[in-house]
C-alpha cells in the first residue's frame, strides 16, 4: 500500500470518474453515500490520519520514513492485479493519461513519493524536494538522531545532550523512553529552560506561535497544583504519628527546608496556634468516624483504665476500648485521655469513666471496667449507678490488670535477689566493655564448647524481661565466666561464686512462668480472655507447690510471689473462668479438673458450682434481653422454651469438646457457629472481649510506672487527648480505613 503525494496526486478522468478529496470542510459527509456507483471505488480507500507537522530538514540520504500525523485525509491507491473484468487490468495513470503494460502485469511500487513511478525519475528529482513523511511524535522537538557507528543510531537531548538507543520500530528503544524524558521532568535543562520562558515576557509571543500548529502538543512537564491546606493537614498528621513538637513549625531550620521545598508554602499561616487547632480538627474528624463505627456494632464494650502520672503532680487517665465487631474481629481503642488534677483520690477514675461513657455514647453499652492491680479507685456511690445498666449485676464490672501484676511479682523478686544480680551485672559488664575480655571470653567458649546458642549483654533495667534474659543467659554460660576467673586475676574480684550461680538458676526457675505469661501478653494483638485461665493456674499451682520446698531461698520466692498472684486470682478468676467456658476445647470439663488442684477437697465443689451459676444467670440475662417479637407474646415464647426445650447453653455445654489444637481461633469457631447459637453467641462476643491488661504490648514489661514527658505535660488537656488518641487511630488507617 503506496501513499502518493498530494501534489503529485492525480485525478484519473476515465470513466467520468470523478476523485473528490474530503478536507475538513467535509467532516460531517458520508463517503458511501457521496462516492459515484462504479467499480473504481472497489479500488480506492479513504482514510483519515493526523495532521502533518511542520517540514523538518532531514540527511537527503536517510533512508527511513517517517510517521504520518494530524487530520489530514490522504487517498491510498490498492494495486491489484483485476478491475471490475478480471481480465481487465487496473489502470495506472501518468500525466493524467493511462499507462498501459505489456501481458496485462500490473507494478508494485515498493516506495512512495515522485522517484517510484517510471518514466519520471529526473523530472521529480529535480522540480520536487524529497516529501518524506515526517515525524508525528513531540519528542522530536527535543531531540537529534545522530548516527554513531553503521547500524547503530543515538537520540541526544537537545537541553541536556543525554543520549538514549534509538531504533524506529522498535518496542524497546523507540520514543516511549524519550518521551518519559521530556514529560517526566528528568530533564532538568529543559525544566529550567522552560521556568526562564515562563518568566519571560517575550515568551509569550513564541507561546501564542505555537498555538497554531496543526497537531496538538503534550504538556511536557505534569501540572501540579499547590494546595496550602493539604500540606496544612500532612505537616498536623506527621506531628502526630512522630510525636513531634508542635513548635517545629516555627524552627528557622524547618521553615528553611520547607521553603527551599516548596517557595509558595505561606508560613505566615503556619505558627503554634494553627498547627495545635489542625491536629484538634484532625482528631475531630478521626473520632467522629471512630464514634460511627462503634455505635453501629451491637456487642458491649469493656474499658481498661491506666493511670500516668506527670512532672507536676498532674495525673492522666488513659481509658481503651475492648469490643468485638460483626465480623468477630477483636479491637483496641484509645476512647480519652482524661486529666485529673487529683490522681489519688477516690473520684478520679470514676471522673474519667463518665467523660468516656458520655463523650461516646456508651451508658448503655458498658460491659466490663479492668484497671490497675490496685483496687478500683471509684466512690461507691459511682460504683453503684454503673452496675444498674449492666449485665451479671455488675459482677464483671471490676477486674485487675495481669501485665500489671506480673511486672509488680518480677520487680518485687529481682528486688530481693539485688545483690545477686548485681554481681551477674558485673561480670557481664567487665567482659562486654572491653573488646580483649570479650575475645578471650569467646575463645574460652568455644574451647571448653559450650553447647549454649545465647549471648551475653547487658540488661535494661526498666524492662524486667531483659534483667532475666540476661540471667539465662549468664547462667548457661556460667562454665565460661568460672574459667575465666581462673586467667584473669582482675576479674577474679568480680566472678560469682558457685552459690551465686545456684541462685540465679533458681530464680530464673521461678520467674519463667511469670515470664512465659508476660511474653504471651508481649506479642499477641489483641488476646482475648480465655487464653489466661490456664496461665494464671498454672502459676499458682507452680507457687503453691514451691512455698513447700526444703531450700529457704526458693520458698521465700514462691510465697511472695504467691500473695500478689493469689490477690489477682480472687479479683479475676470468675471471668477468667467465664471465659474458658466460651472455648469450645474446654468449657465446664477445664474449670472442674482446674479447681479439684488449686482448691481443696470441701472448696473446690462449691467453687465450680459458683461458676456453673454464674454462666447460666448471665445466659438467662441475655436471653431475656428484647426480641423482635410482639411484647405480648415474648414472655410466653421465652417461658415455654426455658421449661420444655434445652437452652442453648445447655446444648453447648453438652456437645463434645472440639480438638485441642494450638492455633484454635475461637472468635472464627463462634463466627461460623452463631447461627446455632445466636443468643449464647452474643453472650461470648462480649465476655472473650474483656480485656486482661491495660497497657498496649510494648509496655507489657516496664517496671516503672508511665509518666507523661514535660512538653506534653505543659500543653492543654484538650491537646493532649488528641494528639495521643489520634496516633493510636492512625495506626489502625485513616479515617477512611473505619
Not at 569 to 579: G, M, P, Q, R
Request: aromatic share 10%; charged share 25%.
Amino acid at each position: 500500500m503506496d501513499f502518493i503525494p498530494e501534489d503529485n496526486m492525480i485525478t484519473p478522468d476515465a470513466n467520468n470518474i470523478e476523485l473528490t478529496a474530503y478536507g475538513n470542510n467535509h467532516e460531517g459527509s458520508n463517503p458511501e453515500t457521496e462516492q459515484p456507483n462504479n467499480g473504481f471505488w472497489d479500488h480506492i480507500t479513504l482514510e483519515t490520519e493526523e495532521p502533518m507537522m511542520a517540514p523538518i530538514q532531514h540527511n537527503p540520504d536517510e533512508e527511513q520514513k517517517m510517521a504520518i500525523s494530524g487530520h489530514e485525509e490522504k487517498i491510498l491507491i490498492q494495486t491489484q492485479t483485476h478491475y471490475d473484468d478480471p481480465k481487465t487490468p487496473f489502470p495506472e495513470y501518468e500525466n493524467n493519461e493511462a499507462i498501459s503494460y505489456p501481458n496485462n502485469e500490473a507494478v508494485s511500487y515498493p516506495n512512495s513519493g515522485a522517484d517510484s513511478y517510471p518514466n519520471n525519475e529526473e523530472t521529480n528529482h529535480e522540480t520536487q524536494p524529497s516529501k518524506r513523511r515526517k515525524r508525528k511524535s513531540m519528542v522530536w522537538e527535543h531531540f537529534t538522531i545522530e548516527t554513531v557507528s553503521a547500524g547503530c543510531r543515538r537520540a541526544y537531548c537537545n537541553q541536556c545532550k543525554r543520549s538514549y538507543a534509538y531504533s524506529k520500530g522498535s518496542k524497546v528503544s523507540g520514543t516511549s523512553h524519550l518521551r518519559r524524558h521530556v514529560e517526566k521532568g528528568s530533564c532538568a535543562a529543559l525544566l529550567r529552560s522552560q521556568d526562564n520562558n515562563l518568566s519571560d515576557p517575550s515568551s509569550s509571543k513564541g507561546a501564542s506561535n505555537s498555538s497554531k500548529r496543526r497537531y496538538k502538543r503534550a504538556s511536557s512537564t505534569p501540572q501540579l497544583v499547590f494546595d496550602q491546606d493539604h500540606c496544612r493537614n500532612d505537616i498536623a498528621r506527621m506531628i502526630i504519628m512522630h510525636d513531634y513538637p508542635l513548635h517545629m513549625v516555627e524552627h528557622p531550620g524547618f521553615v528553611s527546608f520547607v521553603q527551599n521545598l516548596q517557595p509558595e508554602f505561606n508560613f505566615n499561616m503556619m505558627t503554634f496556634d494553627t498547627v495545635q487547632g489542625d491536629c484538634i480538627a484532625t482528631y475531630q474528624m478521626e473520632k467522629q468516624s471512630l464514634r460511627k463505627f462503634i455505635q453501629g456494632i451491637a456487642a458491649h464494650v469493656c474499658l481498661s483504665l491506666d493511670v500516668w502520672t506527670s512532672s507536676q503532680g498532674v495525673g492522666y487517665v488513659f481509658v481503651t476500648g475492648h469490643f468485638i465487631d460483626v465480623d468477630w474481629k477483636l479491637h483496641r481503642r484509645l476512647l480519652n485521655v482524661v486529666m485529673e488534677p487529683y490522681p489519688d483520690s477516690d473520684t478520679a477514675v470514676s471522673h474519667a469513666v463518665k467523660v468516656c461513657l458520655h463523650n461516646w455514647s456508651l451508658e448503655s453499652k458498658l460491659f466490663s471496667i479492668t484497671c490497675h492491680d490496685q483496687p478500683l479507685m471509684m466512690s461507691e456511690a459511682a460504683f453503684e449507678s454503673l452496675k444498674l445498666h449492666l449485665p451479671f449485676s455488675g459482677q464483671l464490672l471490676a477486674g485487675n490488670c495481669l501485665a500489671h501484676t506480673l511486672s509488680s511479682i518480677a520487680k518485687e523478686v529481682l528486688e530481693n535477689a539485688h545483690d545477686m544480680v548485681k554481681k551477674i551485672r558485673d561480670s557481664i559488664k567487665y567482659v562486654t566493655t572491653s573488646d580483649p575480655h570479650e575475645e578471650k571470653f569467646l575463645v574460652l567458649k568455644k574451647q571448653l564448647q559450650v553447647p549454649s546458642e545465647r549471648n551475653i549483654f547487658l540488661d535494661d533495667q526498666t524492662q524486667w524481661n531483659t534483667t532475666y534474659q540476661m540471667l539465662v543467659a549468664a547462667s548457661e554460660l556460667k562454665q565460661v565466666f568460672s574459667c575465666l576467673d581462673t586467667y584473669d586475676a582482675e576479674f577474679n574480684k568480680l566472678a560469682p561464686s558457685m552459690e551465686d550461680w545456684k541462685q540465679v538458676e533458681r530464680l530464673c526457675t521461678q520467674l519463667k512462668p511469670i515470664y512465659d505469661t508476660a511474653y504471651i501478653l508481649a506479642t499477641t494483638t489483641n488476646p482475648t480472655a480465655n487464653i489466661f485461665f490456664h496461665e494464671v493456674s498454672r502459676i499458682q499451682g507452680d507457687l503453691s507447690g514451691g512455698i513447700t520446698n526444703e531450700d529457704p531461698f526458693v520458698s521465700n520466692l514462691a510465697r511472695t510471689m504467691l500473695e500478689k498472684i493469689n490477690r489477682y486470682w480472687k479479683n479475676c478468676s470468675l471471668t477468667l473462668a467465664t471465659a474458658v467456658v466460651m472455648d469450645p476445647r474446654y468449657k465446664m470439663k477445664y474449670i472442674e479438673f482446674s479447681f479439684t488442684r488449686i482448691y481443696s477437697e470441701e472448696e473446690a465443689p462449691t467453687c465450680i458450682k459458683m461458676v456453673d451459676d454464674r454462666i447460666h444467670e448471665l445466659y438467662q440475662e441475655y436471653f431475656t434481653m428484647p426480641s423482635p417479637l410482639a411484647p405480648n407474646y415474648a414472655e410466653e415464647f421465652d417461658a415455654y422454651i426455658m421449661k420444655n426445650l434445652k437452652t442453648e447453653l445447655d446444648q453447648y455445654l453438652a456437645e463434645p469438646l472440639m480438638p485441642r489444637v494450638h492455633e484454635f481461633d475461637v472468635l472464627g469457631w463462634w463466627k461460623l457457629n452463631q447461627m446455632m447459637y445466636p443468643t449464647l453467641s452474643k453472650m461470648a462476643r462480649d465476655i472473650l472481649s474483656i480485656p486482661v491488661s491495660t497497657v498496649p504490648c510494648d509496655l507489657v514489661f516496664d517496671t516503672n510506672a508511665k509518666e507523661m514527658d514535660q512538653y506534653r505535660s505543659s500543653l492543654q488537656a484538650e491537646t493532649v487527648e488528641a494528639l495521643i488518641c489520634t496516633k493510636d487511630w492512625m495506626q489502625y488507617g485513616s479515617a477512611l480505613g473505619f
